[in-house]
């Protein structure tokens, strides 16, 4: 496990502040610098929800799960955030539905997020799988 990193912790206590705005560039700050670390990914999620920008949180937690697939409390996370975000969609129905069209755009856009993450920092090889993964799922031209 690795230690929080100061930026981290910067953005938790702007969080606690309500400065949401510099709490999310923190957290970014932090997932840019470690952005094999899933809990980056999730921690500007969590900015993002209490900016109430459900769509934007609901992409961080699709990179999370990029980077680790199966592990139940991203997924549980990703169906709350849409829950709150589409409560009659079907991805809010308690389960994640993978075909459903806004849950597709989303992953999509996390894969290039987290490819362009991956690239900036330098993990070539990390990017190129991403980049591989996402042209399974994204089919569509981007939007």
Request: overall charge positive; hydrophobic content about 40%.
């Amino acid at each position: 496990m690795r230690p929080p990193s100061p930026l981290r912790n910067l953005a938790i206590v702007y969080a606690r502040l309500e400065q949401f705005d510099r709490a999310l560039e923190a957290s970014r700050q932090a997932r840019r610098l470690d952005p094999e670390n899933p809990s980056r990914s999730v921690d500007v999620s969590a900015v993002l929800c209490k900016m109430a920008r459900w769509e934007d949180a609901a992409i961080a937690l699709h990179e999370a799960l990029a980077i680790r697939p199966d592990d139940p409390a991203l997924t549980s996370r990703l169906v709350e955030v849409y829950r709150r975000l589409d409560a009659d969609g079907s991805a809010g129905r308690g389960r994640l539905d993978l075909n459903d069209p806004v849950v597709r755009r989303h992953r999509c856009a996390a894969h290039r997020e987290l490819t362009e993450l991956y690239a900036q920092a330098g993990a070539v090889e990390a990017s190129a799988d991403v980049r591989r993964r996402a042209a399974a799922i994204c089919t569509d031209p981007a939007p």
